[in-house]
């Protein structure tokens, strides 16, 4: 229970780096932070854009590899990210993410990680 907790610390800190200048840089609004979907993403420079990859990735393959050493079956997202994107970069991933906001503008509404799931890793996952 308690690697799972520091596996959510890891995360959280990636995504507070990754969006801490995004965030203050953006008018206030209702909610306490901004969901990173289409409209968060496409607003987000390049640097920040693959800071949030790199974070997010980090801390699932920081998940992926404890599962496996305490023979545990990692979870079919953190599987999916490790297998499918393996061979992809942070700038190759970025791009896919606005080309699909770019085709898709009615759906800025998905969130990113949403994005990537269905319409990066599933389609290229050989499971």
Request: aromatic fraction near 14%.
């Amino acid at each position: 229970m308690k690697k799972f907790s520091c596996l959510s610390i890891f995360l959280l800190m990636g995504i507070i780096f990754a969006f801490s200048n995004s965030c203050f840089a953006q008018k206030p609004n209702d909610r306490p932070g901004p969901d990173v979907d289409g409209k968060v993403w496409m607003n987000s420079t390049e640097q920040e854009k693959e800071s949030f990859l790199y974070g997010a990735s980090s801390a699932i393959v920081l998940e992926y590899h404890v599962r496996n050493k305490h023979s545990e079956e990692p979870s079919r997202f953190v599987r999916g990210w490790v297998e499918a994107l393996k061979d992809m970069t942070w700038a190759e991933l970025s791009n896919k993410v606005d080309m699909y906001y770019r085709n898709n503008p009615e759906k800025m509404h998905r969130h990113v990680f949403e994005v990537i799931w269905h319409e990066i890793i599933v389609p290229n996952w050989k499971q």
